[in-house]
Nanobody, 125 residues
Framework: QVQLVESGGGLVQAGGSLSLSCVASEEVFSSDALAWFRQVPGKDREFVAAYRRPMRRTYYTDSVKGRFTMSRDDAKKTLYLRMNSLKTDDTAVYFC??????????????????WGQGTQVTVYS
């Protein structure tokens, strides 16, 4: 069964840290592309970070570079997003996503086949 389940969201003060987890089924975890997106009400889903498995390379959107770190634990089939120096603008529902084959347009949510249910992150000032 294809599955992605996020956890770890919550309420945090600006400047604080939070870690998100995404447990994947074996089929999904072996995808070439694993990613994190976020979305606020009324706006499009926004790319946050992506991991290209064959190249073992991680990509980040500019607004989170130096603050967020995406990692994975192969044994646990879990994807992580460590978020430091959080800002109120980081408030969103965060989703993990997967795609079987890497696409150069990795920042577009329309290329991803599998999605988790999302976890809310709220940063207050």
């Amino acid at each position: 069964q294809v599955q992605l389940v996020e956890s770890g969201g919550g309420l945090v003060q600006a400047g604080g840290s939070l870690s998100l987890s995404c447990v994947a089924s074996e089929e999904v975890f072996s995808s070439d592309a694993l990613a994190w997106f976020r979305q606020v009400p009324g706006k499009d889903r926004e790319f946050v970070a992506a991991y290209r498995r064959p190249m073992r390379r991680t990509y980040y959107t500019d607004s989170v570079k130096g603050r967020f770190t995406m990692s994975r634990d192969d044994a646990k089939k879990t994807l992580y997003l460590r978020m430091n120096s959080l800002k109120t603008d980081d408030t969103a529902v965060y989703f993990c996503a997967a795609r079987g084959i890497w696409n150069v347009d990795y920042g577009s949510p329309r290329h991803y086949n599998y999605w988790g249910q999302g976890t809310q992150v709220t940063v207050y000032s």
